[in-house]
């Protein structure tokens, strides 16, 4: 992409009513514009990213054997009426009639109409395991909209339902959500970690929520700091292995980390004190186990091997993607901008050029981008007659993982310098090296 033809209202001055430094920046680089109170548009640069992560997600879903489907937003009334969660669910949920005065409500979550499309169609135990996931908006009409997409009224989530004949399946799917969603996370740069939590209002007795650690974290948090040395990385993961899944959660679940919602000082205590991690965190994700909670009122049932029938056992399990988006800028910035995790950048690498007009720089910065595109690193060509600093500044807030800088000096003796956004560091070669560089880097993503 070129700059000149691209759509990025960055902005100088810090936006007031921006409290946390994901908003003020994702503000001011143009990623996003409120519309209304935690309601916003998604700018190029922002949509990419939540692509990005979109991406992501659906990959390592569909990996854990998850299939993908697309239920709407509107959902009828009595669907939730079914479950008792029409009038258990409070003012959160907005409540719409149509033209026929029939109720209505936007989708905080879709536990009933997975359930309602199950018992449509499954009898027999042969079509289970099933777990059905999607990625679509959701409405809560939060109390306190705030710090921009991390806690806006509507946003973004990949939520997921498993159907299972037996308890042990039903585990064996959680287990499986829990090892997806660690590997998501890593993929992604983040480190979350899974804590014991409460069930609040979706119920169930068997959940942990994915906090990635940040000071302006909504959540406050209890753990062993061993549990921040655990890394997936590249292990293979066998979905269908039961003993492997039940392992990992067994390595990510022994070490104590709770939020203040279930924490129990007197364990907390007994980790070595040195060890004793107290902080904040931003919840990313959570998974649940509530057994027959939905199925048993909405008469989702299968026929075992035995010909008897029962409700199946289900569990629900949510990502927030578009808070995702917040809380990666949260645990990855500086005083300058964003800094983005190759995976869900925008663009892999910045080129400036900082003498728009003279022919030989511009020529070896068409060359390089040119040859960055087809190499899939998606540059973005800052070929505005703007000076320098005010490039550096650009490149620097939307926090592009590479920038190629090209001047008509470097060029005299064959060079061009190649700039890493995390460490800063620079290094100058020729343009046929920087671009086999950041080739490199981008062939593996
Ligand atoms: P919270 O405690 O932050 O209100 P929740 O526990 O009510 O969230 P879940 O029902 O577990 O939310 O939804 C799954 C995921 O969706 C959460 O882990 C979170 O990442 C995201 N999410 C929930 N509410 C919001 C919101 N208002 N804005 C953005 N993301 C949200
Ligand atoms: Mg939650």
């Known amino acids: 992409m070129r700059l000149t033809r ?5 902005m100088k001055e810090t936006p007031a009513e921006a409290q946390i430094a994901s908003h003020r920046l994702m503000l001011r680089a143009g990623m996003i514009k409120q519309n209304a109170a935690g309601i916003y548009s998604w700018l190029p640069l922002g949509l990419k990213v939540l692509r990005n992560i979109e991406r992501i997600v659906h990959e390592e879903q569909q990996a854990a054997g998850h299939l993908p489907i697309l239920m709407p937003t509107l959902q009828p009334a009595d669907l939730w009426r079914e ?30 109409m997975v359930t309602d499309i199950f018992r449509s169609h499954v009898e027999s135990y042969k079509a289970l395991p099933l777990t059905l996931y999607h990625i679509q908006w959701k409405f809560r009409d939060e109390r306190r909209p705030r710090f921009g997409v991390m806690r806006g009224r509507e946003f973004l989530m990949k ?29 992604m740069g983040l480190k979350a970690i899974p804590m014991r939590a409460d069930s609040g209002p979706i119920g169930g007795d068997d959940t942990h929520e994915f906090l990635v650690l940040a000071e302006t974290g909504e959540s406050e948090v209890f753990y062993d700091k061993a549990i921040e040395d655990l890394h997936l990385g590249d292990r293979a993961i066998d979905y269908a292995d039961r003993e492997q899944l039940e392992g990992i959660r067994e390595e990510w679940t022994t070490p104590y980390a709770r939020t203040d919602e279930t924490h129990d000082p007197a364990l907390y205590e007994a980790i070595p004190e040195e060890r004793r991690v107290q902080g904040r965190g931003i919840e990313v994700g959570q ?24 409700p199946v056992h289900m569990g629900s399990h949510g990502i927030g993607v578009s808070r995702l988006v917040g809380a990666i800028i949260e645990a990855s910035h500086d005083d300058k901008g964003i800094i983005w995790p190759e995976a869900v950048a925008p663009f892999g690498c910045g080129i400036v050029n900082l003498r728009q007009g003279d022919a030989e720089t511009d020529a070896a910065c068409e060359d390089l981008y040119a040859k960055l595109s087809a190499a899939g690193a998606e540059p973005l060509y800052d070929d505005r007659n703007e000076r320098a600093g005010a490039k550096f500044n650009t490149m620097d807030l939307i926090g592009l993982p590479w920038r190629i800088t090209v001047g008509p000096r470097g060029l ?34």
């Open 6 to 10: 691209y759509f990025l209202p960055v």
């Open 83 to 112: 479950s008792g969660r029409y009038d258990a669910y409070g003012e959160e949920l907005l409540r719409i009639r149509d033209r026929h005065e029939r109720d209505m409500l936007y989708g905080p979550t879709n536990e009933e």
């Open 287 to 310: 998974i649940f186990y509530f057994g027959a909670k939905y199925s048993e009122p909405m008469g989702a049932t299968v026929i075992d091997a035995e010909g008897n029938r029962a």
């Open 159 to 187: 939520d997921g339902y498993n159907f299972d004949l037996t308890k042990d399946d039903a585990i064996h799917a959680y287990n499986r959500h829990m090892a997806s969603y660690l590997r998501t996370y890593e993929r």
């Open 412 to 445: 005299k003796d064959g060079l061009v310098e190649v700039t890493c956004r995390k460490t800063g560091e620079t290094e100058e070669m020729s343009p046929e090296a920087a671009a086999a560089k950041i080739a490199t880097v981008f062939a593996g993503i």
